[in-house]
């Protein structure tokens, strides 16, 4: 680490990077001063003796030196006359001259002995590469120096993603590290995988990126997979010390977001490469409850135990620290007037936040950034982060009642009918197609966006989706209180995508289920037009187009609604057979058999036998690789109720004469072989669990010796992540209240130069 961004730390940050140098390079126990008026100290260390030694911190990373040899002139040097210490010494995060040193000294002497008691950013640099565990220990300094940064954006992840890069960043200046901190790395050491979890606005994904910057410091790769896991794949190089991130990757929807063609198995199979992997590394996030209901829709994520690999995020590692420091940091780093920020200084204003028994790290963040944008609510931003808390929802409905017109409105409502974001072209031409002004759509993109919308870079196109999960929460109850508008929304609904969000909202709600029978006509209606609607550009070029999974969708939703012409439109293409024969999803092919089966409509139930015909084409079409024939395998015992035994027999056959291949040519070859290491370990274990393996696979025995140990093929160094030395366990509350006092008091500083 060549330099470090001290601009990027808080005032308090500053003062604790000064105690904890002078410390060390004094070999003394420097005191902090408690809440008040600081009369010139900051640090101080008194002998019995009565010699005193006084640290004055000055954090001015935006003023000139001209600013500060001013303020000593005419504000420090009174405190230090009237304090007359033996040694005083001044460091400052401004960069200092020889010539500027000079006036300095010799105003402050001879309270100051030499001009190396003057420390500028260049001196405070040079210490903090002496004392690298100093450095370690401050998160936010380590975590934001100059190489770690330049890290990032050498990397191709900048390519790949600018908005995590960017996403990064922000991060990094308002993170306040707390007990989930080591716990997630703690299992990302041991199994090399970690999935977070907790409720929206934890602070899951603010964890995760925290994470994710930890190892690129150390010389990781960051990858981050948007789609499926075969991003990752393809981007995997063993020689490579890489960190995979999958934030949200079950979606942000009661499931609605499913995993796509074989992607569970694909999931458990890259977690298990990883794991084996001393140089990679998979964070993973999610809410707790879609866990919960992925893993009783998926059988193979049943099987998995996640929760070796959990870490769940919760209100217990939000200590009364941990919570003042994601108060300060939002504060201090928010574009508010400097008066604001200097009510915070008041326990008054800060406690009843900090102690809230609802406190949430989105909810502070999200009121304050609210206040910077729209400055009227800044006149009493600590009752309204109180009132926030009390009802989370305020946080969003103040800004629709009051800051939006009808067309922001609007296009918060058709942003929520598609449930993982929408490409801006689509939206364009839905707009259009609503004859509505496109100048409209440009002014609220435009008033949304950093609030309550998000876009985001896919393949160099623009894609709107809400800011954060909880403006998702909130458009749902919004909707429903006006089922008025609500019902004006669908009727304009003209993409099955829209649709398909219906079916998670009836799902969700038994409430919106009943406003769908009472409205079913015209539900009808539009649900029937849509279903042959193009297909989304998921990628923003090329269209998505699934009729299983539409099929899968419209028999779930006229089977909660008992309409026929919904369930109607998944016949028609089911007994065409392209349905089931381009299907995307192995799931919604299991589904939409289930469905048929126990239906009450004798007609559906009366194309089973052909469904189940089509799907063991689609299951057996392709099996030229063990991956597809182990999917195909777990496909059909999945529908081993249905399935006739010769269908299961002739795949048996197929996947026994692979693996006498593979078989044989790894006994004559070994690691050699064109094979990856970790298939083969997969079919010597088919061929294990067959009676007399030896018999039936010649050379079984030679291919079983010859499977290398796994960590021999990575000639690559350990990577071993740094923890934080100091944790806030086994600290008071009155201690931790202490340091939170300490670090709102430095609010109260206003400059003119700031």
């Given at each position: ?6 601009a990027r730390?808080?005032?308090f ?10 410390e ?66 001044l ?16 105003l ?29 220990r401050h ?64 602070g899951?994904?603010?964890?995760a ?60 199979s ?9 140089n ?25 135990r ?5 870490c769940v ?22 574009d ?53 808390l ?62 309550m ?15 954060n ?80 999974h ?23 293409v ?25 239906s ?15 799907a ?15 999917a195909?395998?777990?496909f059909?015992?999945?529908?081993s ?12 056959d ?57 960590d ?8 071993r ?34």
């Amino acid at each position: 680490m060549d330099s470090f961004d001290l601009a990027r730390l808080t005032d308090f940050d500053f003062e604790a990077v000064c105690k904890d140098i002078f410390e060390a390079e004094y070999g003394l126990r420097l005191e902090l001063f408690s809440p008040g008026a600081d009369a010139g100290v900051d640090l101080r260390y008194f002998h019995a003796g009565k010699s005193e030694l006084i640290v004055q911190c000055k954090h001015w990373v935006r003023s000139s030196r001209a600013k500060l040899i001013e303020y000593v002139r005419n504000v420090e040097l009174a405190k230090v006359q009237r304090l007359k210490p033996d040694r005083y010494v001044l460091a400052t995060s401004v960069e200092l001259t020889k010539d500027s040193k000079d006036k300095l000294y010799d105003l402050l002497a001879p309270y100051v002995k030499t001009p190396s008691d003057i420390l500028g950013v260049d001196e405070i640099n040079a210490l903090l590469r002496k004392h690298e565990h100093i450095v370690r220990r401050h998160l936010r300094l380590w975590l934001t120096s100059t190489a770690v940064l330049s890290s990032l954006l050498s990397k191709s992840i900048v390519t790949r993603s600018q908005q995590l890069a960017d996403a990064l960043d922000s991060t990094l200046r308002t993170y306040a590290p707390n007990e989930s901190y080591g716990r997630a790395l703690d299992l990302l050491d041991s199994r090399h995988s970690c999935v977070i979890a907790g409720i929206p606005g934890i602070g899951k994904t603010t964890l995760a990126q925290v994470i994710c910057a930890v190892y690129v410091s150390e010389g990781f790769e960051l990858v981050e997979v948007s789609a499926d896991l075969e991003e990752a794949n393809t981007l995997w190089d063993d020689n490579i010390a890489q960190i995979f991130y999958y934030d949200d990757f079950l979606g942000q929807s009661s499931l609605a977001e499913k995993l796509g063609k074989n992607e569970d198995s694909r999931l458990l199979s890259f977690m298990e490469r990883v794991e084996k992997a001393r140089n990679k590394r998979f964070i993973l996030t999610t809410r707790e409850y879609i866990l919960a209901q992925a893993r009783q829709r998926y059988e193979k994520l049943d099987r998995h135990r996640f929760e070796l690999q959990t870490c769940v995020v919760d209100m217990e590692d939000y200590t009364y620290r941990a919570r003042g420091s994601i108060l300060y940091n939002h504060v201090y780093a928010s574009d508010l007037s400097g008066e604001v920020k200097a009510r915070f200084a008041n326990p008054r204003v800060y406690r009843p936040i900090i102690q809230h028994p609802n406190f949430n790290p989105r909810v502070v963040a999200v009121t304050i950034s609210e206040a910077a944008l729209f400055p009227s609510v800044a006149e009493d931003l600590g009752n309204r982060i109180v009132m926030n808390l009390n009802n989370p929802r305020s946080v969003w409905s103040h800004i629709v009642n009051n800051q939006l017109e009808e067309s922001d409105v609007y296009l918060l409502g058709l942003i929520y009918s598609f449930i993982g974001g929408v490409y801006l072209g689509d939206m364009q031409d839905l707009w259009a197609s609503l004859n509505r002004n496109a100048r409209d759509l440009r002014k609220a993109i435009s008033t949304l966006e950093g609030t309550m919308l998000g876009t985001y870079l896919k393949s160099d196109r623009i894609f709107l989706a809400f800011h954060n999960p909880s403006v998702r929460d909130f458009m749902r109850e919004y909707l429903l209180e006006d089922q008025a508008s609500l019902l004006g929304l669908i009727k304009c609904f003209s993409h099955f995508e829209q649709v398909e969000t219906l079916l998670v909202m009836v799902n969700e709600r038994e409430e919106v289920r009943k406003f769908c029978v009472r409205n079913l006509n015209d539900l009808e209606c539009v649900a029937v037009k849509a279903f042959n609607s193009p297909g989304l550009r998921n990628d923003g070029v090329n269209p998505s187009f699934d009729l299983a999974h539409r099929a899968r969708v419209y028999l779930a939703l006229g089977e909660t609604l008992n309409s026929e012409p919904i369930q109607t439109c998944a016949y028609g293409v089911l007994v065409e057979g392209d349905a089931i024969l381009n299907a995307y999803d192995s799931q919604d092919i299991i589904d939409i058999i289930h469905f048929l089966q126990e239906s009450k409509r004798e007609s559906l139930r009366g194309i089973v036998a052909d469904v189940v015909e089509f799907a063991v084409e689609w299951a057996t079409a392709d099996l030229s690789s063990w991956e597809l024939i182990e999917a195909a395998r777990s496909f059909l015992e999945s529908l081993s109720d249905f399935v006739p035994d010769s269908d299961m027999q002739n795949l048996e056959d197929v996947a026994i004469w692979y693996a006498e291949d593979a078989i044989e040519a790894w006994a004559e070859e070994g690691p050699d072989s064109m094979i990856d290491h970790s298939v083969m370990e997969r079919i010597l274990a088919y061929a294990g669990s067959l009676e007399n393996p030896e018999e039936t696979f010649p050379g079984y025995r030679e291919a079983v010796n010859k499977m290398p140990d796994i960590d021999s093929d990575y000639d690559v160094r350990e990577y071993r992540v740094n923890r934080m030395e100091e944790s806030d366990s086994g600290v008071s509350l009155i201690e931790e209240m202490q340091d939170v006092a300490r670090m709102m008091k430095t609010l109260r500083v206003t400059r003119e130069d700031i």
